[in-house]
């Protein structure tokens, strides 16, 4: 979805709905918000640390005239989600200049980024340039404001002993007894020192600057040795100034290409695809498409891709797609792999520190080399310089898109691009996330499934749905679960837990059975509300089981649906009837989602009170095992001390709040402790080698 692509809201009462929605959705992460009117028009982009707390602030609490001029006319909003403040504030510049917001008019400015540069001359020297030239010298940034770029300029004046005039002058100047320059205007350097030099630089501004930061701790640690206080602040100062100046950032490349990223995120069987788009290698755009898959994600995401740039005959240069799911699993799973791997194929992501540390190496052994890492006259986005490791071919389908379209395609591993290709996966995953929670909020929407699935399935409503599912492990501590949802909507308070009784061993069919006899035996005794619908998580068995239940047992003719789950446990069939048979319901459908809802609550409250169930069992069990401890004081304990480890850890005089003596107390602390004890031993030596 291009950020100017949704249609204009009709009324601000139903803009007032809509933008509160959204402010219950905003994520605790830094990015760029795009404030739009009512014809749809942005007029105010700004950048958050947080972005739930910063767009929030614009609708609560008092205002300024001109910040309540703006408040005013915002009808919508958009935002992008970043990887940090300092791409965030890029980010901003990118999109103002773009879209011309009449409310960031003080925000504009023409000016570039800064960069610093390492000429290609005879002489070398450094210099804080704004514009990227192709005249082989190696630039580096960009950085966020000019003041980030001198004083890095000047750290690294401090440190190596480059020119710093324009024209050579007739004799030394005062950098050289600063020990500053190496005076070429008077003394001969050999090539091979500027080649150290330069080399050494280009590492420090590659991302090794681990290695500089070590050397200048070890020297300030000599110098304070040495009562030389004023030398190891000086030297204290270089290291903070490192740290606090060679943030990376990523939103703007400096070889000014035209790129498309990619990125996409599957859930619940709909799959968001976000595209950012940049050009002139600044990241102006984005558009988002959110629609069902039916294939294998990966695959549906290639077809997409190639459907896009059929309709689209405005090609960019190169086009960065996120890796193979396969080669994503193997970098997982093998640690040399995950030194190449980059963005999950789903939206997330690897071990990032990992990913780091393995680039960070990877460029000191490229400057080790002789490999500056930064293209002559084309800079680094991240302001390291460091090239991007990439899958040129990015798999069969990566290698007919690139040959079909005859532009570069590329699969990064690492650096920069590979940032940006996480970076549209991120965001493709909050929009996704995003469009769910803003249909559970819909209660109009809401509604409609509901109305729409009892078309579906014939009767005359689907007002009240009560859906059940059951949980045990082979047979140990069954239990079943009931779900109410009203009008589309959980209604928690209706939710009840069922203590399996009659059943023993994994017979799904029979605890069906036993719980839909004892749910609805007690509607009929009590006068409690009849559901419209009842959901059953399963397949034709359990659909039979409860029907029998219902029918023959208890005289009710309750319509009964089941859901039925495919190889990869998800859902994939309704059915109905007695025989079952399944109901056409597109999987795109709101309908569908409904049901897809249910069917995760329902298990997931199964399952979280069959664990709850599992864990009371195992600490009866403990105790029980203790001989002179039975049901009564095995209640006492727990209701006393609260859990398991609050009575290992107690003495035997606190056992006396529930009438036990010290023998007895002694002979608990004793069990429980050497339980522990060989627990603690057993899991010690089964732990895996590392």
Not at 276 to 295: E, T
Not at 538 to 556: F, H, M, P, S, T
Not at 673 to 690: F, I
Request: aromatic share 8%; glycine share 8%.
């Amino acid at each position: 979805m291009d950020v100017q692509a949704n249609p204009p809201l009709p009324s601000r009462e139903q803009a007032a709905e809509h933008i509160r929605n959204k402010l219950a959705l905003l994520p605790d992460q830094p990015g760029c918000y795009l404030m739009k009117n009512a014809e749809g028009v942005i007029i105010y982009v700004g950048k958050a640390k947080v972005l739930k707390n910063r767009v929030r602030s614009y609708f609560i609490g008092s205002h300024n005239g001109k910040t309540q001029r703006l408040v005013s006319e915002i009808r919508d909003f958009e935002y992008i989600v970043t990887g940090s403040n300092m791409e965030a504030l890029i980010l901003e510049c990118n999109l103002i200049k773009e879209h011309m917001p009449r409310y960031n008019v003080l925000l504009k400015d023409d000016k570039s980024f800064p960069y610093i540069k390492i000429t290609s001359e005879k002489h070398p020297k450094l210099e804080v340039v704004r514009r990227v030239l192709k005249d082989k010298g190696k630039y580096f940034g960009p950085y966020p404001n000019a003041f980030a770029a001198q004083e890095t300029k000047k750290l690294l004046d401090r440190l190596y002993p480059l020119r710093k005039c324009n024209t050579l002058p007739d004799k030394v100047c005062l950098y050289y007894h600063l020990g500053q320059c190496v005076a070429p205007c008077e003394y001969p350097v050999e090539p091979s020192e500027y080649e150290r030099m330069v080399s050494e630089v280009t590492r420090f501004l590659n991302g090794g600057h681990g290695d500089i930061k070590r050397e200048l701790q070890r020297k300030m640690e000599a110098a304070a040795g040495e009562l030389e206080f004023e030398r190891a602040r000086e030297y204290r100062d270089q290291i903070q100034a490192i740290e606090s100046l060679m943030e990376k950032q990523k939103i703007t490349m400096t070889d000014a290409k035209d790129r498309d990223v990619f990125g996409y995120a599957v859930d619940k069987g709909w799959m968001c695809v976000q595209i950012l788009y940049m050009r002139q290698g600044k990241m102006i755009q984005r558009h988002v498409s959110v629609f069902p898959y039916y294939g294998e994600a990966y695959e549906d995401f290639m077809t997409y891709v190639a459907q896009y740039y059929s309709e689209n005959p405005a090609l960019p240069r190169e086009v960065l797609l996120p890796v193979t799911p396969g080669d994503a699993a193997e970098a997982e799973s093998a640690p040399a792999a995950a030194e190449g791997a980059g963005v999950m194929a789903a939206g997330g992501k690897l071990n990032d520190a990992l990913i780091e540390r393995v680039a960070a190496s990877a460029d000191e052994t490229e400057a080790a080399e002789g490999d500056s890492g930064a293209a002559e006259g084309e800079g680094d986005a991240s302001g390291a310089g460091a090239s991007d490791a990439s899958d040129e071919s990015g798999g069969e389908l990566g290698e007919s898109l690139r040959s079909w379209l005859k532009i570069k395609v590329s699969v990064p591993r690492r650096g920069s691009k590979r940032h940006l290709v996480a970076m549209a996966a991120d965001n493709a995953k909050v929009a996704l996330e995003e469009k769910f929670r803003m249909i559970e909020r819909d209660q109009e929407r809401s509604v409609k499934a509901s109305e729409g699935l009892a078309e579906w399935l014939g009767i005359p409503s689907a007002h009240r749905i009560e859906a059940f599912d059951n949980s045990n492990m082979q047979g140990a501590s069954p239990v079943s679960a009931m779900v109410v949802f009203t009008d589309g909507k959980p209604d928690r308070k209706e939710y009840r837990k069922y203590n399996v009784r009659t059943v023993t061993g994994p017979d799904d069919y029979e605890t069906m059975r036993e719980v839909v006899r004892r749910r609805y035996e007690r509607v009929l005794k009590e006068g409690l509300q009849m559901p419209d619908l009842i959901v059953i998580d399963g397949g034709r068995g359990q659909i039979g089981a409860a029907i029998d239940v219902l029918q023959n047992e208890l005289g009710l003719f309750v319509p009964v649906c089941g859901l039925a789950k495919d190889a990869k446990h998800r859902t994939a069939q309704l059915l109905v009837g007695d025989p079952a048979e399944v109901v056409p319901l597109p999987r795109d459908s709101q309908e569908f989602y409904l049901l897809q809802r249910i069917q995760d609550e329902v298990h997931r409250f199964a399952i979280t009170f069959h664990r709850e169930k599992r864990g009371k069992s195992m600490i009866a069990s403990k105790l029980d095992a203790i001989p002179g401890i039975g049901e009564k004081r095995r209640k006492q304990l727990l209701k006393h001390f609260g859990s398991l480890k609050a009575i290992r850890e107690a003495s035997p005089a606190d056992f006396k709040a529930v009438s036990i003596g010290e023998a007895l107390a002694a002979r608990i602390l004793a069990a429980l402790n050497e339980e522990e004890g060989g627990e603690t031993a057993e899991t010690e030596s089964s732990a895996p080698s590392v």
